[in-house]
C-alpha cells in the first residue's frame, strides 16, 4: 500500500463514522500518525506505506470512529493563530470563544497602560493567554476547579513563553482572590444538564462534565459568578462573558442586579450573541 491508499482507507473509514470532513481529517490523522506534515501527505502519495507505519496510524483511526476529538488524538488546537496543548483534562477551545478575545482587546486598547487581567474558568488558558499574546503589557491570572486544568494552563503558558506574565491557580471562582482586576474574561460552562447527553459524542463523550454543566437551566455559572464580579473589578473594569444562544437577556439581567452596567456586546461569526461586556459602576 502507498501513502494515498492509506489516505483513501482511512477516509472511507471516518466516511462511515458519519464525520464531515472525512477526508481533511484523514490526511491530518495519517500524517500525525507518520510524523510527516499535511503538506507532505499530499507531496508524497506515492510513498511505500511499511507494517509499522500501519501500527502508528490504525489505532488513532480507531479512536476517531469512536468519536474521540481529533484535538485529543493530535494534542493540539489551534485558537486565535496560537497552538494550545489539548486533551480530556480540559475543554477544547472553539472558534466561538475567539470573540472573548476580540471584545477583550478593544476595552484594552483603551484602559490601563499594564492592565491587571483575570480568566475565571480558564481551562486551556486560551482566552488569558490570547490577550497576554495580543497585548504585551498586560499580565494575569488563569482560576480553574480543577487542578489537571491548571496544570495543562500552565504548561500551555511555558510553550507560548508567556509563563512570566501568566499565573494559574485552582479555585472556586473568584472566592479566594483578594486583589482587583482592569479586565475579567469568562467562558463559564452553560449547557443546561439535561441537553449534555443530546451533544455531538465529541463533546458529551469526552469533554470534562464540569467545563460543560449549567445546571438545570444552564444559568448556575452565572449566578455564582455575578455577586463576585464587583468585588473583583476595578472602578470602571469590565467583565467580558461569554454566553450560551439565548442567554443574553437572562444573564443581562442577573449582572445588572450585582451592580453591573451593560457596556457592550458581539456576535460570534455565525451571528449568535456571545459575548457581553459589563462595566463595574464606581460605587460598589
Ligand atoms: C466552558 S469551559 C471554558 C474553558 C476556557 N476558558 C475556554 O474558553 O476554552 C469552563 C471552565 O470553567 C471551569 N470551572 C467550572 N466550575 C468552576 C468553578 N466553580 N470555579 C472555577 N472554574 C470552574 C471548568 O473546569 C472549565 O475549565
Known amino acids: 500500500m502507498d501513502l ?21 481529517e484523514a490526511r491530518l490523522i495519517v500524517g500525525y500518525g ?98 497576554l499574546h495580543e497585548f504585551s503589557e498586560a499580565h494575569g491570572i488563569g482560576v480553574d476547579r480543577s487542578y489537571k486544568t491548571v ?11 508567556l509563563n512570566d506574565r ?5 479555585g472556586d471562582w473568584g472566592a479566594s482572590l483578594k486583589h482587583r482586576f482592569d479586565l475579567i474574561l469568562c467562558n463559564p460552562p452553560y449547557v443546561r444538564a439535561r441537553d449534555i447527553s443530546d451533544l455531538m459524542p465529541e463533546v458529551s463523550r469526552y469533554e470534562p462534565w464540569l467545563a460543560l454543566d449549567g445546571g438545570y437551566d444552564g ?11 464587583s468585588r473583583l473589578l476595578v472602578p470602571y473594569g469590565v467583565a467580558c462573558i461569554e454566553v450560551g444562544a439565548g442567554q443574553a437577556a437572562s444573564v443581562i439581567k442577573l449582572f445588572s442586579e450585582h451592580g453591573l452596567k451593560l457596556h457592550s456586546r458581539r456576535a460570534d461569526l455565525a451571528g449568535v450573541e456571545r459575548c457581553l461586556m459589563f462595566e463595574r459602576l464606581p460605587a460598589m
Open 166 to 170: 501568566a499565573d494559574f491557580i485552582v
Open 34 to 131: 507518520l510524523g510527516i506534515s499535511f503538506e507532505q501527505t499530499l507531496r508524497d502519495e506515492a510513498c511505500r506505506i511499511t507494517k509499522a507505519d500501519l501500527s502508528c496510524v490504525l489505532p488513532l483511526i480507531c479512536r476517531r470512529v469512536s468519536r474521540e476529538p481529533l484535538a485529543h488524538i493530535t494534542g493540539i488546537r489551534e485558537f486565535w493563530s496560537l497552538d494550545f496543548g489539548v486533551g480530556a483534562e480540559c475543554l477544547t477551545p472553539r472558534p466561538d470563544s475567539e470573540c472573548v478575545v476580540e471584545s477583550a482587546l478593544i476595552v484594552l486598547r483603551d484602559g490601563a497602560a499594564e492592565p491587571f487581567v483575570l480568566d475565571l474558568g480558564t481551562g486551556s488558558g486560551c482566552l488569558l493567554l490570547s490577550v
Open 4 to 24: 494515498a491508499g492509506l489516505v483513501d482507507w482511512a477516509d472511507t473509514v471516518l466516511a462511515n463514522t458519519g464525520l464531515d470532513n472525512p477526508r481533511h
Open 151 to 161: 496544570q495543562r494552563a500552565h504548561l500551555n503558558s511555558c510553550l507560548l513563553k
Open 219 to 229: 444559568l448556575s455559572s452565572f449566578r455564582a459568578i455575578a455577586p463576585q464580579l
